[in-house]
Structures are given as structure tokens and as C-alpha cells.
């Protein structure tokens, strides 16, 4: 995990090392930022709800299950969801337990014990038929992952003082996703099909940590929001992809989201979002 940047943009007091939870601490988002919060001197402790994936600093929570009682810290970020639209549509009840009721529920105990709690949420949570919506835009979602992570904002910011919600443009890794998929399938020689009605505004994972921490550092309340500039296609994506790793666009074969199955609630004309409050506090430019 690549160092943050530079954290005088956004420290305003001297640097205190603090007692951090982050709720699915072994995912891709939660992970990247143990790591870095652990690198820059906190002392974190994260969750898995695989039980052979304990140690000393990995404690067991499954949100698909009722919790126990949480170690007492000074911030929580709250990074596990599902977050595949088919399965929150496959399984809705799992889908609100463990996006909505668990969630807020462990949020709810922790803010009363005196812990600041973030939120990871989704630009899903509006229509995603506008381009870069303001962070006091009214939620709107289509999705019924959407109206889950919404009904949690709502959960979560209901708690007053000390709740804060993050929402998040599609987060890439250089380890896993669907990027990655094409990547390797386009080195081979093989062909991919990309959606050219669905779009999606990337950032970087690294980003994303940056973000988050500073949040974490500066005890930030409310709704921030974090995007890249513009959106993009899925098929486009592919296409800088292919010319990235000296393939052939001809291998992108652009085909329909609403003539493949994807439910027409789910597919995104825009997902880029407003990140000026962001911006304001740590100097981010959403990137390209």
C-alpha cells in the first residue's frame, strides 16, 4: 500500500495516534486500509466473517448474523456490503441485513460509547441518470442495492454527532475486478464483451484510502463524496484497455446491458459525483 501523499492538506492539529475499527478489514477497500492506518501509527483492529481468519488483530463479525460486542475504539469505518446488485436483488432480506440493519445497528452501540463512525456508501444511492451530484442532493436510487446503502445513510446520519457518510464512485484495484478480467483475456488474444450503455466514473483504490483516512484523522462529519471527473463506458473502458497493452480494439465487442439481461433499474447512464466538500478539506482533484 502505496504512503499518503501528504497529510499536512488536511491535518489541522498535531498527528494523535488512535484505536480504529474497520468492519470487513479483509476486503479489498477495508484491507488496503488497514494496512495504510496501521503504516501511518494507528492502532487497528479489523473484522472477517471467515472464523479461520482470526488473529490478534482480526476479530470475527459476520453481519449476516446477530454481533457481540465490539471492542471499545475511538473511530469505526464501517467497509463490508454487499454490494453485487444481483445478489441484493437475489437475496433481498440477507441483502438488508447485512447493508442496513447490521450496520446500523453496531453504529448505533458504537456512537454511544463516544466513537466517530464512517460510513462506506455508493453513488447507487441516486438515480445515476445526472452527471456529478451534489452531496446535498435529496437520495433517489433505482437499484435495490441503491435503496439499501440509502436507507443506511439515513440510519447512520440519524445518530447526530460523531456518524459520517463517505459515498464512493466504482473503486479499482490493480488485483482483482473486471478490468483485470479483460486485461488478461485481451493479452491471450481473446475477445471481451462491454457494455456501451452502462457507465461507471473510476477512481483508484489508492484514492479512495486517502480519503477515508482523512476522515479518520480529522474526526469529519456528515456526507462527503469521492469520484473521478467523468464517466466512462464499459466498452470504452475496454477499448483504452486494448490500447494500454498494444491489443487490438477490434477485440472489444460492445454489446447491450438492456439486451443482456441486466434489469434496466441497474444500468447507469452517470455515476460521477460532486466531490467539492471533499476537495475543500484535503486539496483532491477527481482524476480522468
Known sequence: MRPLRDRTKYLSVKFVSQRI???GGDGTIGGALKKSLVVAGHNVVGTTRHRDHVTGATIFLDLAEPHAE???VDVAVICAAMTRFSDCRNFPELARQVNVTAP???CGDLVARGTHVILLSTSAVFDCLSP???DGH????????GRLKADAEQGVLSLGANSTVLRLTKVLSRNNGILVHWINELRSGQSVQAFDDHRFCPITLGDAI???TALVERGEQGVYQISGSADISYADAARYLAGRIGASTQQVVAVKAAESGV??????AFTSLDTSRLSGLTGYVPPP
Open 210 to 212: 486517502e480519503a477515508v
Open 263 to 268: 434489469p434496466i433499474d441497474e444500468i447507469t
Open 70 to 72: 465490539l471492542p471499545r
Open 138 to 145: 435529496r437520495p433517489d436510487p433505482r437499484s435495490i442495492y
Open 21 to 23: 475499527l474497520i468492519v
Open 132 to 134: 456529478r451530484v451534489d
Open 104 to 106: 446500523v445497528a453496531i
